[in-house]
């Protein structure tokens, strides 16, 4: 037998393999027959036409079922796949000669991360009772024991002892917390930090600080192993599918009502939503304007909107596509048009049996790690909406090699959507140049972090800025022929 036509048997062979475990374990969880028949048929029509035109490319690019007219050629869809070019970038996260461990103890500082998943990890520390339930501790406090000394436990002695609580200033400087916050250990041995998200500068901090930064966020933070385990197992069960794109989809409930983003909802999802929102003491904005959010590009695109952009970059329907999201809210409704365009689309409770999935189940902070596993190890990322996963995903991303990630242009595409619906331009060629084109220089390549936003004052200023933990550079990540950079320096 040619060895193309094994070559071509084998992969057929593995395809109906992964095709046949993901059925069963379909039937296993519960999930319903008409997504099973939906990738059953994509299956049988990659079989059929591979036999028909040869073997996969040796890109690795996905079987191409059918695409709209007019979408990205052959050639397109593969730069669609290729990560974005990192010029040479690699981290450089080790501490200067003139870098000195710590000293004697002068005292304990207790720090508690609040919110999900990614507020934990931008933290500076961490909250001892449940960090341990998603990170790994001991590698934590050994990956850090020449730059900090870290303690599961006060000592005895000091349990009881009063705790000072200090509430440390946003986006502070070195200047700051030495004149300030260091010489509260001359009369206390407890200091408790009320909060710990962005109580650091993003910028303009001395560079052993900031590599330190790195060094605990990309290093020190490794998920506790149950979690890598199964986190991984997803990524190899994704790619048992080919290439795949992750994407961190934010349609839940309570980020819609606290956003007031309504469009393509029901009046009765839209006056749920209001109501939430009304009933919600701690959030302080009540009446927002639905369309007026939309045209700034405030809202998450809708789950449809996501699948027009995906077909207009040249995304061929045998696209895997991993949703990394919670409850999306309304269900399959509102996930039917995405589904119909790219039927290979799976989450954790699809590729997880729900044995696997048992003991995590009751931590959604737990949950959405095994999302940021897969969305990080991913060949494509695109977030529906600038979140905090979404940032956090993307930063570790950029350390990695600035792994090729997406960031969709909100504003310009609801327009686009919106001359579509209305009539006035229609899916096809035209619609997908002007996609592409937009997001040529939105794929993750090299580029310095961006300051703060022109005409901005006082903590407005700051809250502008690029988040240190989204974009590593220069700090972190320098060219081999270039000296590494002795200034924290941002694009303005």
């Known amino acids: 037998m040619p060895l193309r036509r094994k070559v071509r048997g084998a992969a057929a062979a593995g395809r109906r393999a992964a095709v046949r475990w993901w059925l069963l374990s379909l039937a296993a969880t519960g999930a319903t027959v008409t997504a099973a028949a939906a990738l059953l048929a994509v299956a049988l029509h990659v079989s059929s036409s591979s036999a028909a035109s040869g073997p996969a490319s040796s890109s690795g690019v996905p079987y191409r079922l059918s695409k709209l007219d007019g979408a990205a050629d052959d050639a397109g869809e593969k730069r669609w796949w290729l990560p974005a070019p990192s ?6 996260v080790a501490p200067s000669p003139a870098y000195k461990s710590p000293g004697p ?10 919110g999900g998943l990614n507020q934990m990890r931008a933290g500076p520390l961490f909250n001892i009772s449940n960090f341990s339930d998603v990170f790994d501790e001991e590698y934590f406090i050994h990956s850090l024991a020449n730059d900090v000394k870290v303690e599961k436990k006060l000592p005895k002695d000091l349990v009881k002892a009063p705790k000072f609580v200090r509430y440390f200033k946003s986006w502070s400087g070195i200047d700051y917390y030495h004149d300030e916050i260091y010489p509260l250990w001359e009369h206390r041995q407890v200091i408790r930090a009320a909060k710990s998200d962005s109580r650091l500068a993003n910028n303009y901090l001395p560079p052993d600080i900031q590599k330190l930064r790195c060094r605990a966020f990309f290093q020190a933070l490794r998920f506790a192993p149950p979690i890598e385990a199964l986190g991984n197992l997803l990524v190899e069960r994704m790619r048992s599918f080919g290439p795949y794109i992750a994407l961190h989809l934010r349609y839940e409930k309570d980020m819609l009502a606290f956003s007031g983003c309504t469009h393509g909802l029901s009046q009765t999802e ?4 209001a109501m939430i929102r009304e009933n919600t003491s701690y959030w302080k904005v009540k009446d927002i304007d639905p369309l007026d959010q939309r045209s700034h590009g405030y809202c998450p695109l809708t789950p449809k909107e996501v699948g027009m952009f995906l077909s207009a970059l040249g995304y061929p329907s045998s696209t895997p596509v991993y949703i990394a999201a919670g409850e999306i809210y309304g269900g399959e409704s509102h996930v039917v048009d995405l589904l119909s365009r790219f ?4 989450n954790k409770e699809k590729l997880a049996s729900a044995e696997e ?20 190890e991913s060949d494509v990322f695109i977030p529906s909406y600038s979140g905090n996963m979404a940032r956090a995903v993307g930063g570790h991303r950029r350390f990695l090699g600035h792994r090729k990630t997406i960031i969709p242009d909100r504003k310009a595409l609801v327009r686009l959507f919106d001359k579509v619906d209305g009539g006035l331009l229609n899916e096809g060629e035209r619609l997908s140049r002007r996609i592409i084109d937009i997001h040529r220089k939105r794929q993750g390549s090299p580029r310095k972090r961006k300051g703060p936003v022109s005409g901005t004052k ?6 502008s800025e690029e988040a240190f933990y989204e974009n590593p550079l220069p700090d972190c990540l320098c060219q081999p022929e270039s000296p590494a950079s002795d200034a924290s ?3 303005i």
């Open 343 to 346: 039927p290979i689309m799976m």
């Open 87 to 92: 010029r040479g970038f690699t981290p450089c």
């Open 458 to 463: 006082g903590s407005d200023r700051f809250r």
């Open 357 to 376: 999935l048992r003991p995590f189940r009751q931590y959604a902070s737990q949950m959405a790690a095994l999302d940021y596993i897969v969305s990080v």
């Open 489 to 491: 320096v941002v694009s």
């Open 270 to 273: 839209s006056e749920e939503l």
């Open 105 to 114: 103890s002068r005292g304990y500082l207790l720090v508690l991360t609040n």
